[in-house]
């Protein structure tokens, strides 16, 4: 069973594009999860999304950013005209069901730098 | 709301040493807790989670941590540091139905040999 896939690894932009990172949650995984980490802040929470449906963007800034999960294909985490602060590593996570008690699976991270 | 506090950045050891990462919690409900470590260039992995029961959990590795409601605490520790136990480990709580946890800043464990 492959683990949580996300890509790229690493992804370079310069300021004003777009960058759109990809998660493929585990298999039988209906719950996805994307952070962002930035150095000495730890992972602060973005967004949560089931498929089709976002449930919670309380963390997702409100300009630029959006993320989709549709029924078919991976989870889309989007952001236009990037600038130097979205320079971050940006994890996703997935889950098989919502619960209280329930550990989340990692992926690797996509590394953004924004020039 | 519910908040996680790390205390400590960095916490340096000897190879063999005991270890001790201090996680306190603030929730207003019972919480579920949990312990992920980040080895570098990878995603998080579980160590090892409080839900109800035993207050005393044993993780992967060597890991273990004990929930003290009284002092809001869920400290990690290991009676004796390994090389390969350097990397990054984040705390984290979930509780009063949320289903998205709330992770702490992390702290860097370094091993000396």
């Known amino acids: 069973n492959a683990g949580v896939m996300q890509n790229p690894r690493h992804l370079v932009r310069r300021r004003g594009q777009e960058a759109r990172l990809r998660c493929s949650p585990m298999k039988g995984h209906s719950h996805v999860y994307w952070y962002r980490q930035l150095p000495e802040e730890g992972l602060k929470f973005m967004v949560y999304l089931q498929k089709e449906n976002i449930i919670d963007e309380s963390g997702m800034p409100k300009e630029r950013f959006s993320a989709e999960f549709p029924k078919e294909g991976p989870s889309i985490l989007r952001i236009q005209q990037v600038v130097r602060g979205d320079s971050a590593a940006y994890f996703c996570?997935?889950?098989?069901?919502?619960?209280?008690?329930?550990?989340?699976?990692f992926g690797s991270g996509t590394q953004l730098s924004v020039l | 709301a519910q908040s996680v506090t790390q205390l400590g950045s960095h916490v340096s050891v000897s190879e063999g040493a005991l270890v001790l990462l201090r996680c306190n919690y603030s929730s207003s409900v019972p919480p579920y807790l949990f312990w992920y470590v980040q080895y570098p260039n990878q995603g998080l992995q579980l160590l090892l989670k409080y839900t109800t029961g035993a207050t005393l959990v044993k993780g992967i590795n060597g890991f273990e941590a004990e929930f003290k409601k009284s002092e809001t605490s869920f400290h990690l520790t290991k009676p004796s540091a390994h090389m390969s136990d350097a990397a990054e480990y984040f705390c984290a709580v979930k509780a009063g139905g949320s289903y998205i946890p709330t992770f702490g800043r992390g702290t860097s464990l370094i091993v000396h040999p």
């Open positions: 996570a997935s889950s098989p069901i919502s619960r209280e008690g329930e550990k989340l699976f």
